[in-house]
C-alpha cells in the first residue's frame, strides 16, 4: 500500500501563520502537522509516502528528504491547486496497486488509519451532530454483512446517516484510471467524484473514526496541539533547576533550560534550545518551540510559542498563537475573554466568524513585535511584521 499525503495547500484560512510557511508544517506538540499523517500511515504499514507539495515544496522537502522512519517518500508537484483528485492525479506516475489518501492538515485516529489499509477499499468517515454541514456516507448491509458504502453525498438537506466523510480512503489499483475527473460547480476536480466510481464498481467500507480534526483555521491548530499535547508522557531531558515545580506530563527536551521558580502543569512541551523563565507559569495544553525565549514572571497558558519567538518579562499570554520570531515586549497582554462571554470571532479570508470557543486569544504572525505594555484584545489578528507602540490598547486587526 502506498499512501498519498497532500500537502500542497496555500492554507489561506490559516493566515497569517501560512504566509510563508505551509500549513501542514505549521507546529503540532513535537513535530509538523503533516507528520502526525504521515506517521499513521507508516504504522499502519505503508511501504512508500507520495507527499503531493505545492505552495512552500522545499519546506516539505527538507523535513521528510528521502525517506521517513526507514519508509521510501517521494514527491509529485501539483502545479495550480484545483482539487483534490487534480492533487492525487500529479502522484499518478507514483502509483500502482492499491493505495490511500490522506490529507496532511487532517489529524486521525491513527487505529483506524490501520483499519482502513487493511480494509481496501474503503473510506474514513466520523459521527458527527449536524451531518448536513458534510460530505455524508449512506450504508447498507445485509444480515450476516458488515456494512458497505452506497452513497456519498455532499451536504444533504436530509442525511441519511450521521456519518461525515473523514478525507481518508483506501483505493483500489483501478482507481488510478479514473482520477481526471470533470470539475465541480466549485471549480475544482473533486476525489469523491472517484470515490462514487470506486462505490458503484466495488464492496467499499466505512470506517469510523473515534477522533478526528480538520485542521483549517488558527483556533482549530490550537485544538490539535491541545490533542496531541495531551497524549504526552513526562520526559525531562533538558536542565531543569531544582528550584522549579514542573507537574504532570511535561517533557523538556534536551537542550532546553528551565530556570528558578517556574511552575509548569502539563501536558506542556518545552523544545529544545528553548528558555523558561525565571519565576514564569505554563499551563494549560502549551508548547514552546525550539530556541523560544519566555522571559521572567510571564504567564503562558494553553497556547503555541513557535520556533525563535520571545514573550519579555511581565507578560501575559492565553489561548494564543505566536509564530515564528515574534517579539512581545515586557508588559504585554493578551485578553482572551469576552466581557458577554459569547464566543470569540476571528478574521478569515475579510470575515468575522465564530471559534466556537469562549476563550480564544491573538493570532500573530511570524516576526510580529509589540511594545511594552501592550494591551491585545480577543480574536486579534496581526499580520506578518505587525508591530505596536508602547502602552497601545489594540482592538482591531493589523
Aim: charged share 25%; proline share 6%.
Amino acid at each position: 500500500m502506498k499512501a498519498v499525503v497532500l500537502a500542497a495547500g496555500q492554507g489561506t484560512r490559516m493566515r497569517p501563520l501560512s504566509e510563508s510557511v505551509p500549513k501542514p508544517m505549521l507546529p503540532v506538540a513535537d513535530r509538523p502537522l503533516a507528520a502526525h499523517t504521515v506517521d499513521a500511515a507508516v504504522d499502519a504499514g505503508a511501504d512508500e509516502i507520495v507527499l503531493v507539495v505545492g505552495y512552500e515544496a522545499e519546506t516539505v522537502r527538507e523535513y521528510f528528504g528521502s525517506a521517513y522512519r526507514g519508509v521510501p517518500v517521494s514527491y509529485a508537484v501539483q502545479e495550480e491547486q484545483a482539487g483534490t483528485a487534480d492533487a492525487v492525479n500529479a502522484a499518478r506516475d507514483h502509483l500502482e496497486g492499491p493505495f490511500a489518501v490522506l490529507n496532511g492538515d487532517n489529524l486521525y485516529d491513527p487505529a483506524a488509519i490501520d483499519r482502513l489499509f487493511d480494509a481496501c477499499p474503503a473510506v474514513c468517515a466520523i459521527e458527527v451532530a449536524e451531518p448536513s454541514n458534510y460530505g455524508v456516507l449512506s450504508t447498507a448491509g445485509t444480515d450476516g454483512e458488515a456494512d458497505r458504502v452506497t452513497e456519498i453525498v455532499e451536504k444533504p438537506a436530509d442525511p441519511p446517516t450521521n456519518l461525515a466523510n473523514a478525507g481518508a480512503y483506501a483505493f483500489p489499483a483501478a482507481a488510478r484510471e479514473w482520477l481526471e475527473v470533470p470539475e465541480s460547480e466549485r471549480g475544482e476536480h473533486e476525489i469523491t467524484d472517484v470515490v462514487a466510481r470506486v462505490i458503484d464498481e466495488f464492496a467499499v467500507t466505512p470506517i469510523t473514526l473515534e477522533r478526528w480534526l480538520d485542521v483549517g483555521r488558527p483556533w482549530e491548530l490550537l485544538e490539535a496541539n491541545e490533542w496531541k499535547l495531551g497524549e504526552l508522557e513526562r520526559r525531562i531531558d533538558g536542565d531543569v533547576s531544582e528550584d522549579a515545580t514542573l507537574e504532570g506530563d511535561v517533557v523538556v527536551e534536551a537542550g532546553a533550560t528551565v530556570d528558578p521558580g517556574v511552575v509548569i502543569e502539563g501536558p506542556a512541551l518545552i523544545r529544545e534550545g528553548a528558555e523558561v523563565g525565571p519565576n514564569a507559569y505554563v499551563r494549560g495544553a502549551t508548547l514552546i518551540g525550539p530556541n523560544a525565549e519566555i522571559g521572567h514572571a510571564v504567564e503562558i497558558k494553553n497556547s503555541v510559542i513557535s520556533r525563535g519567538t520571545s514573550v519579555s518579562h511581565l507578560s501575559y499570554v492565553g489561548d494564543s498563537v505566536l509564530g515564528r520570531n515574534v517579539n512581545f515586549g515586557a508588559g504585554t497582554n493578551v485578553a482572551n475573554l469576552r466581557h458577554d462571554d459569547e464566543d470569540i470571532r476571528f478574521t478569515v479570508k475579510g470575515e468575522r466568524v465564530s471559534t466556537g470557543r469562549r476563550k480564544f486569544g491573538v493570532v500573530a504572525g511570524d516576526r510580529v513585535k509589540t511594545g511594552i505594555n501592550a494591551s491585545l484584545s480577543p480574536g486579534l489578528k496581526l499580520g506578518t511584521g505587525a508591530t505596536t507602540r508602547p502602552g497601545e490598547s489594540v482592538d482591531r486587526d493589523r
